[in-house]
């Protein structure tokens, strides 16, 4: 019983950085694990946290997770709380770190969090986005798009 419903049961989504696909445009997305404390995993856990204006970065030959807020978890005595948006280090191969780092050399590439989402054994993760920044017409035109599909779907399901 309990191996089905994890079975069934998808990743659990604890935040997610919902512009970041209106802001820029994903080429490539790659999974890393995420160094946390315990009363961070519990506040995630708690579904409390946000990536919007997150971003991450190469520092020392490691990849770090910046301005990333995770609340205090408030049932923790004040002794063992974490600093809300201390850097993070993200957990990586050391070919993926090496890859991740020739592509952000590139121009105009960044590394954005799209989420962060716990797997099916109750492990944090984040999805890391290899991006490149949008300019405000190709919103615009992405913008068009999305419409005009809507519209065509609700013409489909009137006629048929």
């Known amino acids: 019983m309990k191996a089905a419903?994890?079975?069934?049961?998808?990743?659990?989504?604890?935040?997610?950085?919902?512009?970041?696909?209106?802001?820029?445009?994903?080429?490539?997305s790659l999974e890393a694990g995420i160094a946390l404390t315990g009363t961070e995993v519990k506040s995630l856990r708690a579904g409390s946290g946000n990536i919007a204006e997150s971003y991450a970065a190469?520092?020392?030959?490691?990849?770090?997770?910046?301005?990333a807020y995770i609340p205090e978890y408030q049932q923790a005595a004040s002794l063992f709380q974490h600093e809300t948006r201390r850097p993070?280090?993200?957990?990586?191969r050391r070919r993926e770190i090496n890859r991740l780092i020739g592509q952000l050399q590139k121009e105009g590439m960044t590394l954005v969090p799209l989420d962060i989402h716990f797997t099916r054994r109750g492990i944090a993760k984040v999805q890391l986005g290899i991006a490149r920044g949008k300019r405000q017409y190709d919103k615009r035109e992405t913008q068009k798009k999305r419409d005009w599909q809507r519209q065509k779907e609700r013409l489909m399901r009137e006629k048929g």
């Open 58 to 67: 190469e520092q020392d030959g490691e990849i770090w997770l910046y301005n």
């Open 88 to 92: 993070r280090k993200l957990l990586l």
């Open 5 to 28: 419903k994890a079975a069934a049961s998808p990743d659990r989504i604890a935040a997610r950085n919902r512009k970041a696909r209106h802001n820029y445009t994903i080429e490539d």
